[in-house]
T-cell receptor, first 114, second 114 residues
Framework: GNSVTQMEGPVTLSEEAFLTINCTYT??????LFWYVQYPGEGLQLLLK?????DKGSNKGFEATYRKETTSFHLEKGSVQVSDSAVYFC?????????????FGSGTQLTVLP | ETGVTQSPTHLIKTRGQQVTLRCSSQ?????VSWYQQALGQGPQFIFQ???????GRGNFPPRFSGLQFPNYSSELNVNALELDDSALYLC?????????????FGPGTRLTVT
């Protein structure tokens, strides 16, 4: 079956530090890949997505590249801010081009200190 | 544009009881999905409804059931509650058939079973 493995947290960084959160996946076929962010007391918000190999998703300074050869979709940001503190979830959907039936990783808690 | 809303925000039930959670989809969306998020874990897909029919189900027993209404609001019903049903229940809506296939999540309902 499908699965997503994320780097375990929590991750604590100083403001303006470089961020990487690792994500690898197992899926049949060609899944779509997503990063969601969850702020305290809120639901999940889509951060970025990629629907095919070598696609790069980007939003708000975050980037992730769909690497089929390594089955990875690592999240990166060059300079984090205190407001980026949240839980980040990597997810996949094995319905091509669709977000149906998302399979999520266990989440990575990020805390950014001023 | 109205976002996804869920009610109630929190509730406490006793083992063996039944519970109904409600979700109002984002305006214009025709698909709703439900997820269970245990503490410290990623969301797990329960099921999805499209045009009032179940359109996919995760690994959850039949005591988890749902409804989708013509106005695209939805209910999640759980019978014979167990302690392990304690979790955050997330509703997500999307618009199948357009490029905007992302799932938009509500803030969730926190269920505690004692």
């Amino acid at each position: 079956g499908n699965s997503v493995t994320q780097m375990e947290g929590p991750v604590t960084l100083s403001e303006e530090a470089f961020l990487t959160i690792n994500c690898t996946y197992t899926a049949t076929g060609y899944p779509s890949l997503f990063w969601y962010v969850q702020y305290p007391g809120e639901g999940l918000q889509l951060l970025l997505k990629a629907t095919k190999a070598d696609d790069k998703g980007s939003n708000k300074g975050f980037e992730a590249t769909y690497r089929k050869e390594t089955t990875s979709f690592h999240l990166e940001k060059g300079s984090v801010q205190v407001s980026d503190s949240a839980v980040y979830f990597c997810a996949l959907s094995d319905h091509p081009g669709s977000a149906r039936q998302l399979t999520f990783g266990s989440g990575t808690q990020l805390t950014v200190l001023p | 544009e109205t976002g996804v809303t869920q009610s109630p925000t929190h509730l406490i039930k006793t083992r063996g009881q039944q519970v109904t959670l409600r979700c109002s989809s984002q305006s214009g969306h025709n698909t709703v999905s439900w997820y269970q998020q245990a503490l410290g874990q990623g969301p797990q897909f329960i099921f999805q409804y499209y045009r009032e029919e179940e359109n996919g189900r995760g690994n959850f027993p039949p005591r988890f059931s749902g409804l989708q209404f013509p106005n695209y609001s939805s209910e999640l019903n759980v019978n014979a509650l167990e302690l392990d049903d304690s979790a955050l229940y997330l509703c997500a809506s999307s618009l199948v058939g357009t490029p905007k296939y992302e799932q938009y999540f509500g803030p969730g309902t926190r269920l505690t079973v004692t």
